[in-house]
């Protein structure tokens, strides 16, 4: 082959790749310009005000939420020294184990009016269940709650990392300027900080706009249920093509803001890593502040909702527990590791494929391909589903007129759409990963290789892939958790008699069996507990470590871009 083939070899199967990957949201956007069955109307006059009502409370609520819990415990554990700090600096990270929905399942049998907190109210002051009032955990509140509880370690990892990595220099030039420690903060850390703070809050605001379970759970109108019901129960798919898209235009909006608000300013890091230095010595009142506060969310966004569900497997979980789980988990988990190979594999030729040709058209695929992650599960299935089911029609027809040959549904049938769907649907997660991987290395480093002789293909393999090990680990571990607890896809597309760990949770769960459903559900967060675990440690692991191997700038990798 010759160079200039070589070179356009890997551009090409990025277009490729891309093009396929972005194959369901075009499929949904095309369906925007069709002519709806009627329904939209009635959903613009009667729907949409609280959609959009419920969405923007939900996203603002859960915005203050992670931003909260996140920075808080980001600056705490990274510049402070406090009793329990080292245990705090990964265990902060266990929540991201738990799906939205399964901490619903369990805070819901907690509070609700049947649930052990209410009866005890009662036991204790003798009231009846309408003498008093309880904040409604099935609320738009509860779903907040939920969300925030899950989700603000997103924010806690890029904060840290960039706390950790601010120059001391410039804190103590604050200092001896006058600054205390909140003004040190209020005045250049969390301006430093920002860019990795709005990543995350990004990251989170995301799954939150995308996340199906919890809101259906609580019965709370918002796109994505809307979504939902316009395409199954109205059967009306250009009406939920155009909800998909003004939820899709939510989330560009966010991002054009967070890109104009920081307009042409850049941030750099200069002088040695803050955690090199003294930190602030907590004693006293101040230490057992910080503890309180690390606790709050460790405490209720993992070690309550885990023991809980501990003793409702113990006491009354799945009777069908055994043989038939671990067949579940298996499922669940050879789903989520081929999900992860894939989707660590299409970013790798995605981002490469930018590299060697970043020209405007590459830019263009590139984005393209990180499309998926602002879309629900189920409105990716369905865009799944549709040029699936027309390949497939068309595959039998072909096989019956030249063979004679009868096949059915080879490819909607199996599980090939499922992997299809989590590809598109995560695929952005390790792009971001693998991009910010590829451009700490200089491309000379590539012009070497040419020189000595290596194509585009032999110089990713030889000099870029080891250099990128710890990026394609994180991708990967980060694509494996979200797959584990990702719901809508898996419903719609699993194939006949295929069920998962989050199949058995969502329909024991509808059926109000959250006794029986923990046992799913803590199996779900058993298996998530070991790559987020992993990732934990590259977060915590001493400085001089991390800075061989740059983990802070790979947990920077997971913001989009």
């Known amino acids: 082959m010759s160079g200039n083939r070589r070179l356009l070899s890997l551009p090409l199967a990025a277009l490729l790749v891309a093009g396929l990957v972005a194959l369901p949201v075009l499929t949904v956007a095309l369906h925007v ?41 980001a600056w705490l554990v ?13 265990a902060l990270v266990l929540p991201l184990a738990f799906p939205a929905y399964v901490i619903a399942y369990t805070y819901t049998d907690l509070l609700q009016v049947s649930g052990p907190v ?63 420690p909140w003004g040190a903060f209020f005045k250049v850390a969390l301006p430093m900080a920002r860019p990795a703070l709005v990543a995350g809050l990004l990251l989170a605001l995301m799954e939150t706009l995308a996340d199906f379970g919890t809101v259906a759970y609580f019965g709370v109108p918002v796109f994505t249920t809307g979504i939902y019901r316009a395409w199954f129960s109205l059967g009306d798919p250009v009406s939920a093509a155009k909800l998909s ?47 309180f506060a690390c606790m709050i969310p460790l405490g209720f966004g993992f070690l309550l909702p885990a023991a809980r569900l501990g003793w409702l497997a113990w006491v009354g979980g799945d009777a069908q527990f055994g043989t038939r789980y671990l067949g579940l988990l298996w499922n669940s988990v050879s789903l989520a590791g081929v999900s992860a190979v894939v989707a660590v594999a299409a970013a790798v030729i995605v981002s490469y494929g930018l590299r060697l040709q970043p020209g405007r058209l590459m830019r263009g695929v590139h984005r393209i391909a990180g ?29 019956s007129s030249w063979f004679g040959i009868e ?13 299809f769907a989590y590809l598109a649907r995560f695929l952005a997660v390790s792009l971001q990963s693998v991009d910010a991987g590829l451009a700490r290395i200089t491309p000379a480093m590539d012009d070497a290789a040419r020189a000595l002789g290596d194509g585009p293909g032999r110089t990713l393999r030889r000099v870029h892939l080891p250099i990128l090990r710890v990026n394609l680990l994180t991708a990967g571990l980060i694509v494996f958790v979200d797959v584990m607890k990702e719901l809508p896809a898996t419903l719609i597309l699993r194939p006949f008699d295929f069920d998962t760990l989050a199949v058995q949770a969502y329909k024991l769960a509808a059926d109000e069996r959250l006794a029986e459903a923990s046992t799913a559900s803590l199996a779900i967060v058993v298996a998530g507990l070991i790559p987020v675990i992993l990732l934990a440690r590259q977060v915590s692991k001493p400085v001089k470590r991390r800075e061989r191997s740059d983990t802070p700038r790979l947990m920077e990798a997971t913001a989009p871009a």
């Open 33 to 73: 310009v069709l002519p709806d069955e009627g329904a939209w109307r009635h959903i613009v006059d009667v729907l949409l005000p609280d959609y959009l009502r419920n969405t923007l409370l939900l996203v603002t609520g859960t915005a203050f939420g992670v931003i909260a819990l996140g920075l808080t415990t």
């Open 78 to 90: 990274s510049v402070c020294r406090f009793p329990g700090r080292r245990l705090f600096e990964w």
């Open 407 to 419: 096949t059915g549904l080879l490819l909607t049938g199996g599980i090939l759409g499922l992997l």
């Open 118 to 180: 209410q009866t005890w109210i009662r036991d204790i002051t003798g009231w009846s269940a309408r003498e008093y009032w309880f904040p409604p955990i099935r609320s738009l509140g509860g779903a907040v709650a939920m969300l925030s509880l899950v989700l603000y370690p997103y924010v806690y990892l890029l904060g840290r990392a960039a706390f950790v990595q601010q120059s001391s220099g410039v804190l103590e030039a604050a200092r001896t300027l006058g600054c205390g």
């Open 371 to 399: 499309l998926g992650y602002a879309i629900p599960g189920s409105v990716i299935a369905v865009g799944v589903l549709i040029p699936l089911a027309a390949a497939d029609h068309g595959l039998r027809g072909l096989l």
């Open 245 to 291: 898209a003004v939820l899709l235009a939510f989330v560009m909006a966010l991002v054009a803001l967070e890109r104009w608000n920081r307009g042409a300013m850049r941030f750099h890091q200069l002088g040695a890593p803050a955690a090199q230095h003294k930190p602030y010595q907590l004693r006293g009142w101040r230490a057992s502040l910080a503890v």
